[in-house]
């Protein structure tokens, strides 16, 4: 059971290079989201999508695009990397049926590092 | 914003002892939900609450979701070493942002 995929796995850019990271899930969920995780710290929401061709902004969306063409993939898009997006990025999953928005399915994280 | 506030930030706990941890908001929510990150991976949902006033268990977990619908803990009993992680918890809004506390770092010795 492949779940919610990220790719890649760990990635080093250079302050100014833009890069995008993948996330693809294989349960038909209708909602995705995007978040970090600083060393040390709790998840912040980047961006999170309802379905298909609906996304919203959630508490750090500075610095970042995603986009959702399909019900399977939520890229999240870093335009002009910074060392301050130096994280841990998860992408998640839910169901999203009846409007209820219960258990995240999370994908294994993206290590991003910035220099 | 929504914001959940999470305490204690971490916990040094012998084996054995049982732990409690818990989250509160200014807002109210529809759900609580606890989840265990272990090191390198994504966090797993442990206990999911509904209902206000609920209480709910997993094996040695228990949780409620307070009556005011802006608060919830996290109960483990008889801890062991496996317990060790990072216990959040999470909840959103009508619009389904989803957000998370800041963690609750576990550690147990044995």
């Known amino acids: 059971n492949a779940g919610v995929t990220q790719t890649p796995k760990f990635r080093i850019l250079k302050i100014g290079q833009s890069m995008t990271l993948q996330c693809t899930q294989d349960?038909?969920?209708?909602?995705m989201y995007w978040y970090r995780q600083d060393p040390g710290m709790g998840l912040k929401l980047i961006y999170y999508s309802v379905g298909a061709g609906i996304t919203d902004k959630g508490e750090v969306p500075n610095g970042y695009n995603v986009s959702r063409s399909t019900t399977e993939d939520f890229p999240l898009r870093l335009e002009l990397a910074a060392p301050s997006q130096t994280s841990v990025y998860f992408c998640?999953?839910?169901?999203?049926?009846?409007?209820?928005?219960?258990?995240?399915?999370f994908g294994e994280g993206s290590r991003l590092t910035v220099l | 914003g929504q914001q959940l506030n999470q305490s204690p930030q971490s916990m040094f706990i012998q084996e054995g002892e049982d732990v409690s941890m818990n989250c509160t908001s200014s807002?109210?929510?529809?759900?609580w939900l606890w989840y265990k990150q272990d090191p390198g991976e994504g966090p797993v949902l442990l206990i999911a609450l509904y209902k206000a006033g609920e209480l709910t268990s997993n094996g040695r977990l228990t949780a409620q979701f307070g009556t005011t619908r802006k608060d919830s803990f996290l109960n483990i009993s008889a801890s062991i070493p496996s317990d060790v992680g990072i216990y959040f918890c999470?909840?959103?809004?009508?619009?389904?942002?989803?957000?998370f506390g800041a963690g609750t770092r576990l550690t147990v010795k044995p």
């Open positions: 998640a999953s839910n169901p999203g049926q009846g409007g209820i928005t219960g258990e995240l399915f």
């Open positions: 999470s909840s959103g809004g009508w619009n389904n942002d989803m957000r």
């Open positions: 349960m038909n969920h209708n909602y």
């Open positions: 807002s109210i929510f529809n759900t």
